[in-house]
Antibody, heavy 118, light 110 residues
Framework: QVQLQESGPGLVKPSETLSLTCTVSGGSVSGDYWSWVRQPPGKGLEWIGYIYYSGSTNYNPSLKSRVTISVDTSKNQFSLKLSSVTAADTAVYYC????????????WGRGTLVTVSS | QSVLTQPPSVSEAPRQRVTISCSGSSSNIGNNAVNWYQQLPGEAPKLLIYFDDQLPSGVSDRFSGSKSGTSASLAISGLQSEDEADYLCAAWDDSLNGPVFGGGTKLTVL
């Protein structure tokens, strides 16, 4: 069973860039799609985007201008960068494996809370 | 405002059966598979149902899913206290070109 673990700063200042990394263990990033999903406190889930191991990406149009997702197959990791953050970007950020045969997330990280505040 | 619509909460007694609805449109549920997730308090979502009605390995057969038109339902039979959680539906949306979620339904086992 593949396992995912998010890492990165828990506090980011407004207007700065949020950066998170997801480390995959028990399997390889190669051959699969990998995604980021977030959940603001007390609210529902929002898909941020996904990346194929080859590097092709698909982003949520509402975030596309600020999001970059990349993959490092040598480290078995993929990463999220979200620029120009505001308080509205405060959320628990999850990384997950995305299965495109029926468009579902079958493995999730535990999530990491990122707070945007000065 | 979530793209898929779920009731905020449902409640039922132990050993009973409950259903949770999820309403969408032709661009999501009406044209694509529905998936369900269980989110226990303070934890990450866990895949519960995929491709409308399929159970992942290890998920109890007390859970079942169905879909009709632009709506889907999750049924839980033989309710147990451990089933108290948020349940979220999701589907691919052709207009967004990405997955969308429901707002979640909090299940209380009385």
């Amino acid at each position: 069973q593949v396992q995912l673990q998010e890492s990165g700063p828990g506090l980011v200042k407004p207007s700065e860039t949020l950066s998170l990394t997801c480390t995959v263990s028990g399997g390889s990033v190669s051959g699969d799609y990998w995604s980021w999903v977030r959940q603001p406190p007390g609210k529902g889930l929002e898909w941020i985007g996904y990346i194929y191991y080859s590097g092709s990406t698909n982003y949520n149009p509402s975030l596309k201008s600020r999001v970059t997702i990349s993959v490092d197959t040598s480290k078995n990791q993929f990463s999220l960068k979200l620029s120009s953050v505001t308080a509205a970007d405060t959320a628990v950020y999850y990384c997950a494996r995305f299965i495109t045969s029926a468009y579902y997330f079958d493995s999730w990280g535990r999530g990491t809370l990122v707070t945007v505040s000065s | 405002q979530s793209v898929l619509t779920q009731p905020p909460s449902v409640s039922e007694a132990p050993r009973q059966r409950v259903t949770i609805s999820c309403s969408g449109s032709s661009s999501n549920i009406g044209n694509n598979a529905v998936n369900w997730y269980q989110q226990l308090p303070g934890e990450a979502p866990k895949l519960l149902i995929y491709f409308d009605d399929q159970l992942p390995s290890g998920v109890s057969d007390r859970f079942s899913g169905s879909k009709s038109g632009t709506s889907a339902s999750l049924a839980i039979s033989g309710l147990q206290s451990e089933d108290e959680a948020d349940y979220l539906c999701a589907a691919w949306d052709d207009s967004l070109n990405g997955p969308v979620f429901g707002g979640g339904t909090k299940l209380t086992v009385l």
